[in-house]
């Protein structure tokens, strides 16, 4: 599964902005997807995630209220809706997904098995 990152940019704080992650090659074999942000010599950290069976969400709660993940039924493209987005937001975003083998823990980045490229986005006036 290859997976690629979009849509980052410079948002003025309280702008809104839409991320978007493709995924090709043997897409059916995912479980899961999700969005990580990283600024460097951090750790990852755990935005949102969406489980494919059952159309879950699951969202850190630095983000719940403001950004939406959704995507589509092919589990082909994934998408990340950031909403009033703050100063603190800035960071480099990874869109992620976990196989249909091996553990899942939603907020763990070593159990997802896949990643894309990260896309920058700058909070700032």
């Known amino acids: 599964v290859q997976l690629q990152a979009s849509g980052g940019g410079l948002v003025q704080p309280g702008g809104s902005l839409r991320l978007s992650c493709a995924a090709s090659?043997?897409?059916?074999?995912?479980?899961?997807m999700g969005w990580f942000r990283q600024t460097p010599g951090k750790k990852r950290e755990f935005v949102a995630a969406?489980?494919?069976?059952?159309?879950?969400?699951y969202y850190a709660d630095s983000v719940k209220g403001r950004f939406t993940i959704s995507g589509d039924s092919a589990r082909s493209t994934l998408y990340l809706q950031m909403n009033s987005l703050k100063v603190e937001d800035t960071d480099v975003y990874y869109c992620?997904?976990?196989?249909?083998?091996?553990?899942?823990?939603?907020?763990?980045?070593?159990?997802?098995?896949?990643w894309g490229q990260g896309t920058q986005l700058t909070v700032s006036s």
């Open positions: 992620a997904a976990k196989s249909n083998f091996g553990t899942w823990r939603i907020q763990d980045p070593t159990t997802y098995n896949y």
């Open positions: 969406t489980f494919w069976t059952t159309g879950t969400t």
């Open positions: 090659g043997r897409t059916f074999s995912t479980i899961a």
